[in-house]
Nanobody
Framework: QVQLAESGGGLVQAGGSLRLSCAAS????????MGWFRQAPGKEREFVAA????????SYGDFVKGRFTISRDNAKNTVYLQMNSLKPEDTAVYYC????????????????????WGQGTQVTVSS
């Protein structure tokens, strides 16, 4: 089981940028597909982005519309989420997720596809 720890959240003005990081424990990071999800108060957990083990395939939630970029550095056991042009509606707790078997980047992606989760990092976008 991989352990995940997110960082990089905070308060930013609308139109600003943040880069989230998720550090994974263990020596098998490259065997895991990685994802980012978010959850706003009173709402369900929502898919943000996913990236394959090699980084060669990515998938994004419909709302991203080119504003966010997921990437990974297998040498550093870290996955990133670069978020640009942030909007107040992006305010949520952002969670990092990992899964050994996920491999479906063109279909629906939901929380049930990922078996390991971090504790989350708060992102607040002010208007």
């Amino acid at each position: 089981q991989v352990q995940l720890a997110e960082s990089g959240g905070g308060l930013v003005q609308a139109g600003g940028s943040l880069r989230l990081s998720c550090a994974a424990s263990g020596r098998t990071f490259s065997r895991y597909a990685m994802g980012w999800f978010r959850q706003a108060p009173g709402k369900e957990r929502e898919f943000v982005a996913a990236i394959s083990r090699s980084g060669g395939s990515t998938s994004y939630g419909d709302f991203v519309k080119g504003r966010f970029t997921i990437s990974r550095d297998n040498a550093k056991n870290t996955v990133y989420l670069q978020m640009n042009s942030l909007k107040p509606e992006d305010t949520a707790v952002y969670y990092c997720a990992a899964d050994r078997f996920f491999n479906s980047y063109s279909d629906y992606v939901g929380p049930a596809h990922f078996g390991s989760w971090g504790q989350g990092t708060q992102v607040t976008v002010s208007s």
